[in-house]
């Protein structure tokens, strides 16, 4: 009878470690307009890989600086798979009502995940308590990933050593040329801060940055650190690759 309640409890903490494990945290804005251009999240960067988290087993919550409504956008084609994720109950459900950093309990999550858009440059990357809340997420051996414009919020999170997040990680942004070149809603970069490229690799990041005419080629515009544990891509494109590859490293975690 001893030896199967202490089974019972060795099981039920095994259990409660797994249920943990099962969590992954992605961050969006609340912010939804750079100065009178629409802006935010953009959407198929969030839920194609909330629907692939989803799809593989794992609880989605996700977070902002306020709580409440995440500030999402969209332009260009809607494909079907892409508008039934948008219309979906529980798309709609987490997004309209993501936790605000006081309810996150980081012991919960497996990973966090930041999606691409210009309103993260405007509360999220200043916001030391999502900073916090991802960088006890990844000092739990948890898992960090980025599309495109999502790697501008990693550049002021730092590990209880005082490091930088980035230190030292090979990842991937999107390119300051492109921002030059294609970004009107940041007025070409005008209406931005700082730049990304440019502060990561001050924060010690190993950047592998594509060029214009070197766009199409993977190895410069997907990058999956499997010793730091993280995963990144140039481009809005690259979101549901991220995706895959952040599941696939917690599979092999276990």
Same mark, same amino acid.
């Given at each position: ?5 202490? #089974? ?6 095994a =259990?409660?470690? #797994?249920s =943990?494990?099962?969590k ?38 996700v977070?902002t ?13 809607t494909?079907e798979?892409? &508008?039934k !994720? ?6 709609i ?7 605000? +950093? ?11 995940f930041? +999606?691409?858009?210009?309103? =993260?440059?405007?509360?999220?990357v200043?916001?030391?308590? !999502? $900073?916090? *809340?991802?960088?006890? *997420?990844?000092e /739990? ?5 980025t $599309?495109?414009?999502?790697? $501008?919020?990693?550049? /002021? !999170?730092? @590990?209880? &050593?005082?490091?930088f ?8 942004? #999107? +390119? ?10 940041? &007025? ?5 801060? #700082? ?10 990041? &190993?950047?592998?940055i ?9 190895? @410069? ?6 010793? /730091? ?7 809005a494109?690259?979101?549901q690759?991220?995706?895959?590859q ?9």
């Amino acid at each position: 009878m001893k030896k199967y309640w202490v #089974f019972a409890v060795l099981l039920l903490i095994a =259990q409660g470690a #797994f249920s =943990q494990n099962k969590k992954i945290l992605i961050v969006s804005t609340n912010r939804d307009t750079v100065v009178t251009n629409a802006s935010g999240t953009f959407l198929k960067e969030m839920a194609y890989p909330f629907q692939y988290f989803t799809d593989n087993g794992f609880d989605v919550d996700v977070i902002t600086p306020k709580g409440g409504k995440a500030a999402i956008y969209h332009w260009g084609e809607t494909p079907e798979a892409l &508008n039934k !994720i948008w219309k979906s109950d529980l798309f709609i459900k987490k997004t309209s009502n993501t936790l605000n +950093p006081t309810q996150v309990n980081v012991k919960e999550y497996a990973a966090v995940f930041y +999606p691409s858009g210009h309103g =993260q440059y405007f509360d999220v990357v200043e916001d030391e308590r !999502i $900073a916090s *809340i991802s960088g006890k *997420i990844y000092e /739990n051996k948890g898992v960090v990933g980025t $599309a495109g414009h999502g790697a $501008a919020s990693l550049i /002021n !999170i730092r @590990l209880s &050593n005082g490091m930088f997040l980035v230190e030292g990680k090979r990842m991937t942004c #999107f +390119p300051h040329w492109a921002e030059l070149k294609w970004m009107n809603i940041s &007025n070409y970069g005008k209406l931005l801060a #700082f730049d990304m490229e440019e502060v990561l690799r001050r924060r010690g990041a &190993n950047l592998v940055i594509c060029m214009e005419e070197t766009r199409t080629n993977k190895d @410069l515009t997907l990058v999956r650190d499997d010793k /730091n544990r993280i995963v990144t891509g140039s481009f809005a494109s690259s979101a549901q690759w991220v995706a895959e590859q952040m599941v696939a490293m917690l599979k092999e975690r276990k």
